[in-house]
């Protein structure tokens, strides 16, 4: 059974930094490329950065220079470094785990989120 737990949100204010980890069970993790997305009510969910297997990273263009993602494959963990945080970046955060090659649900495996609410 594939499980993603998402951990670390919670209130910060404005400027304030958090981590967010993402422990990875049930998957061979150093052959999925990870991600982290983040969806608000009512909004589709987005990416906010990306990790490959060779640890090419990808970044929404909102948080470069703000978050880092990274990967710890000896522990099946990602994370989501996340800094100078902003009122927008309230939301549910999500892990996701896509394996290379391609098998598994579409989209590949998501977590239940966590939430991050940033205050002014």
């Known amino acids: 059974q594939v499980q993603l737990v998402e951990s670390g949100g919670g209130l910060v204010q404005v400027g304030g930094s958090l981590t967010l980890p993402c422990a990875a069970s049930?998957?061979?993790?150093?052959?999925?490329?990870m991600g982290w997305y983040r969806q608000a009510p009512g909004k589709q969910r987005e990416l906010v950065a990306s990790?490959?297997?060779?640890?090419?990273?990808n970044y929404a263009d909102s948080v470069k220079d703000r978050f880092t993602i990274s990967r710890e494959n000896a522990k099946d963990m990602a994370y989501l470094q996340l800094n100078s945080l902003k009122p927008e970046d309230t939301d549910v955060y999500y892990c996701?785990?896509?394996?290379?090659?391609?098998?598994?649900?579409?989209?590949?495996?998501w977590g239940k989120g966590t939430l991050v609410t940033v205050s002014s």
């Open positions: 996701n785990a896509q394996p290379v090659p391609a098998y598994g649900p579409a989209g590949g495996y």
């Open positions: 990790i490959t297997i060779g640890r090419v990273t």
């Open positions: 049930g998957i061979i993790f150093g052959l999925n490329n």
